[in-house]
């Protein structure tokens, strides 16, 4: 992997008047007037993406919702004695939900995505592009009260589109397949729910099973199992605190049908989130992905993460 830097199509223009886009797009959803509820925007990258902190657990009053989330997280693969392979993966988020009759839900989610792959020869590869779309639904199945409290739960589905561009280097050459911004393939994932509530508290456990098709460079990504439960309190009327556990079961990686045996593997996260509302229309969320079990080096570990998220709804 040699030094080369990215963006599409091709250079910085293009790069500025993306981030200037995302700059807009947090200002409009800032100034936008102030609708009577708000939920926090779903955010979470290995668990549960519909899940929502202030305790309406996808399914809330608002029509329609708007979220801008800044997300990271870093990567490595290899043997830190002996050099390490470093992915960073930064990405804008902006999410538009419909809460439809019956308890469905849908968000379509457009992502920017800043990619960092530093090899273990000291190379470089940097790009900045859309990534590719998320459209997830949600359906509630059962609702009724229990002696614990309020009971929901449901399927939800989802499915990614290749809208990512395939980037080439400043030479024309085309990005390491770590690098690009999307996957260059379909995905879909789908599973079940269930929430409960009760006053101040609340709690939700979900399953998914994720997959996808061949993408760019005979790369197959694996299926992955993702399972998340997460216990949640409400903090006076504006505010709330989450402490969750996001775990995933993963196959390896193919690329050209040959699995990669640094990959897949099993990982477990402890993400605690803080949410404040600003306004009665809308809020800000903090949150993080703490690894409390990663794999062994040499093979691929996710050391942590972050999210920041502005939401707001009518």
Known sequence: MTPSCASAPSNRNSRRKTWLFALTAAVVVTLLPQPRFAGACPACRC???SWMLDGTGGATS????????????????GLESS??????????????????SRGINITLT??????????V?????STFAFGDLDLRGQLRLLRATTPLGLATAGVSAGV???????????????????????LGAWSGVGGAWADLRSG???GRASLQLRGSTT????HQPPRTLLYSASLRRRIGRGSGLQLGLDGRSSAHDRYDGVPDPLSGGDALFFTPHFSQMITPGMGVQLGAQIPLRIEQEPRARETGGFEFGIHWGI
Do not use: C, F, K, M
């Not at 990614?160 to 999307?182: C, S």
């Open 47 to 49: 668990g549960d993406p």
């Open 62 to 77: 608002a029509t329609w919702t708007a979220g801008l989330v800044l997300l990271g997280n870093r990567t490595t693969q």
């Open 83 to 100: 050099g390490q392979a470093v992915e960073r993966d930064r990405r804008a988020s902006l999410l538009i939900g419909r809460s439809l």
């Open 110 to 119: 457009s992502h920017y995505v800043q990619r960092i792959v530093d090899d």
């Open 121 to 125: 020869s000291g190379g470089r590869i």
């Open 160 to 182: 990614g589109i290749p809208t990512g561009p395939r980037l080439r280097d400043d030479q024309n050459a085309i990005v390491d397949v770590d690098a690009q911004p999307g």
């Open 200 to 202: 101040h508290w609340g």
């Open 215 to 218: 993408g760019w460079e005979q």
